[in-house]
């Protein structure tokens, strides 16, 4: 083979630069025109904030719909889309926001005040609004200026601000809902760091970076592709083959071999949130509909619930499942948050009791149930092991796996007897606890319905002192652990790893995987 000439050696370099670069200039810098792979356990549910449920939903969301508030690495709640904390005027009944300055859509229309009321009335109207109830005190919603909105409130609000620091807060474009309207999920447009460009279900989600957003700098990488890998060992297959660069929600048993691994790291925070068992007691047409009973065993009859709980050791559960890397629990608020309930034990399996408790209320054979769960590796380990556990006690339970966005689907329909599902948490026990366990909440898929612990947990809402909102929830804690339509069992850990390639990332306490100011080398 011949040599090439040095000026043969330049036009062959300039051609290569043309067709890596060919808007022409230097190479990029740290991750410019780089594409991020990042793999989620599960496929988001509808990418619309006002109906969005789903934990994965909301790490695309933290990508491309901000929110008037965020929180921080040490689990601060800061401005985001609002210039500062807001101002409360009238004894808390007044809440002043003002949003920063220069603010687009992803569509290149202004985000303003007036934007920002048509969002919260529409979470505030919309068909299936899961947002309402976590607004529901807002009565009236004025604009003082372009930037400048005035939040009217029945009574003082503490949650407000942690409400406002998620999908609550996100802002719409109001010209993509006018065109949209309740497809508005299929093509979400906000203001954020990336655009939505596609999607394809059980697949892909693909975000390019945003020409719109007003904080160019913090982008590092023009495009960001989420794959929906459910299987935790492909995920891992996929991160070590280099097929993608980030993998969520790692498996607590593959852990000790990713530290291992000298192409990888790993990030890990305990989450704010809680995993268990939600027991239908009269969500048998939908949750937008009236209460009608299941008539089952375990809607009916309070000891066949606490039998079931009686049947299932948490602290085995973690043992085997999770290699004790997640914490055992059975309130909805993990220690050591100023609002986990100290006082509360969690009760210890007591297989013996639960047979009697069956017995007493006429089922000395046993109780048959479907339990559904997300179609996942862990999940149905989970599934298994309670299966296996609560069997002891006499019960005979089906398990039956469903992808996540139909289970959720499900789940909202009133299909379902017993759904093994989680909640990944918010900053503010509230966001746990009031859309859950109020009569007209909108996570109460189980229809269970208390004046008195609605009273609790709505007083809980306009006190702004922390003993007496201790107080307030540590009763509420008490009464609806005792009816158990919710059967708390685990606190997980959100465990990230990525290619040491990946620069800059920071992990924050709700586990949410942010890219800005991410690049790769």
């Not at 996929?238 to 852990?255: A, E, F, K, Q």
């Not at 986990?340 to 209320?361: F, G, M, N, T």
């Amino acid at each position: 083979m011949s040599k090439t000439t040095p000026f043969l050696r330049g036009l062959l370099a300039l051609a290569l630069l043309a067709l890596l670069f060919p808007t022409g200039g230097a190479a990029p810098a740290l991750g410019q025109g780089k594409t991020i792979r990042i793999a989620l356990n599960e496929d988001p549910d509808i990418l619309d904030p006002s109906l969005a449920r789903s934990y994965v939903g909301r790490i695309i969301f933290a990508n491309t719909c901000e929110k008037l508030y965020d929180i921080d690495a040490k689990g601060d709640l800061i401005p985001q889309l609002a210039a500062s904390l807001p101002k409360f005027t009238n004894g808390g009944k007044s809440v002043e926001i003002k949003l920063r300055s220069g603010l687009k859509f992803n569509d290149g229309t202004v985000a303003d005040a007036q934007a920002l009321k048509l969002s919260l009335e529409r979470h505030q109207t919309i068909k299936g609004s899961a947002r309402k109830s976590e607004i529901a005190s807002v009565v009236g919603i004025d604009v003082v200026d372009a930037h400048t909105i005035r939040l009217q409130m029945t009574a003082p609000f503490s949650p407000i601000v942690a409400a406002l620091a998620d999908r609550a807060g996100m802002m719409m474009s109001p010209a993509a809902v006018e065109k949209l309207g309740d497809r508005f999920g299929t093509a979400p447009v906000c203001v954020g760091p990336w655009k939505f460009v596609e999607r394809v279900p059980q697949e892909r989600i693909v975000l390019e970076r945003s020409p719109y957003y007003d904080h160019p700098r913090d982008v590092k990488i023009d495009r960001l592709i989420f794959r929906i890998i459910p299987d935790d060992s492909v995920r891992l297959a996929n991160l070590r083959s280099g097929d993608i660069d980030v993998m969520h929600l790692v498996p607590p048993t593959d852990v000790k071999a990713i530290r291992q691994d000298a192409n990888l790291t790993i990030s890990e925070v305990p989450g704010p949130g809680y995993q268990g068992l939600t027991i239908n007691f009269a969500n048998k047409t939908g949750r937008t509909q009236p209460p009608q009973s299941l008539g089952t065993p375990l809607a009916t009859n309070a000891k066949v619930r606490e039998a079931l709980e009686l049947s299932i050791d948490r602290d085995a559960l973690n043992q085997v499942v999770f290699d004790g890397l997640y914490d055992p629990g059975c309130t909805p608020v993990p220690a050591p948050g100023v609002f986990h309930v100290k006082e509360i034990q969690c009760p210890k399996r007591d297989v013996a009791k639960a047979k009697q408790l069956l017995a007493e209320a006429g089922y000395p054979n046993g109780v048959k149930f479907e339990m559904m769960l997300t179609n996942n590796p862990q999940q149905n380990r989970v599934g298994q092991v309670i299966q296996g556990m609560a069997g002891d006690a006499g019960f005979q339970i089906a398990l039956r796996p469903a992808e996540f966005a139909s289970a959720l689907q499900q789940q909202d329909n009133g299909q379902f007897e017993v759904f093994l599902i989680g909640w990944s948490g918010r900053p503010d026990p509230d966001g746990n606890i009031h859309g859950f366990h109020t009569c007209k909440g909108s996570f109460n898929y189980t229809h269970a319905c208390d004046p008195e612990i609605d009273a609790l947990l709505n007083k809980a809402r306009e006190v702004s002192d922390t003993g007496e909102r201790y107080k307030l929830y540590a009763d509420a804690t008490q009464r609806f652990l005792a009816r158990r339509n919710l059967v708390y069992l685990y606190h997980l850990k959100y465990i990230v790893a990525m290619n040491k390639k990946v620069q800059g990332y920071v992990a924050t306490p709700d586990g949410l995987i942010r890219m800005s100011n991410v690049g790769m080398r």
